[in-house]
């Protein structure tokens, strides 16, 4: 569980990051933003492959993996499109919603439906508190 928050707590750090540099943006041009994050971080990945890649072909690689890459470069782009229009245009603190949604597409649909990966009562619990708390997120943000 420790490696679960350390991994978790950087990706945390990031979309914090991501998150300050949407939400202090205007909104004018979404796709303006995006190319210019994405320009950067593209370079950032590209650093990572020299370091990381361990004498390995990158090429190979990715010609092995084109599916998934396919994939996840059309979910960059979705998430991306997704959070800019909800920072931009509600706020950071509405981030409450993405998450607890991330739980039920990721967790759910991907982790368990299309990977079989396990699922108890505990999770359920955890589910249902999520979707609670979107619940009195929507309440008090009504109240405010």
Same mark, same amino acid.
């Given at each position: ?6 991994f978790?707590g950087i ?9 300050y540099g949407?939400r202090?943006?205007s909104a ?6 995006m190319?210019?994050?994405c320009a950067?971080?593209t370079?950032?990945f ?5 370091v990381?890649?361990? #004498?390995?072909?990158? &090429?190979?690689?990715l =010609? /092995?993996?084109?599916?998934? *890459? @396919? ?9 991306f499109?997704?959070?800019?229009l909800?920072?931009?245009?509600l ?11 991330a739980?039920?597409?990721?967790s ?11 699922f108890? #009562?505990?999770?359920? &619990?955890?589910?249902l =508190? /999520?979707?609670v708390?979107? *619940? @009195? ?8």
């Amino acid at each position: 569980m420790l490696k679960a928050l350390l991994f978790a707590g950087i990706g945390a750090i990031g979309n914090a990051l991501f998150a300050y540099g949407q939400r202090g943006a205007s909104a004018a041009n979404p796709f303006a933003f995006m190319f210019g994050a994405c320009a950067i971080c593209t370079v950032l990945f590209g650093v990572g492959v020299l370091v990381y890649s361990g #004498g390995g072909t990158t &090429s190979g690689y990715l =010609l /092995a993996n084109a599916r998934n *890459v @396919l994939i996840s470069g059309v979910g960059f782009f979705v998430t991306f499109l997704g959070f800019f229009l909800l920072y931009s245009r509600l706020g950071a603190s509405y981030y409450i919603v993405y998450a607890v949604l991330a739980i039920i597409t990721t967790s759910i649909g991907v982790g368990v439906l299309v990977f079989k990966e396990p699922f108890n #009562g505990y999770h359920v &619990s955890a589910l249902l =508190l /999520a979707i609670v708390s979107i *619940v @009195l997120y929507g309440i008090g943000h009504s109240k405010a």
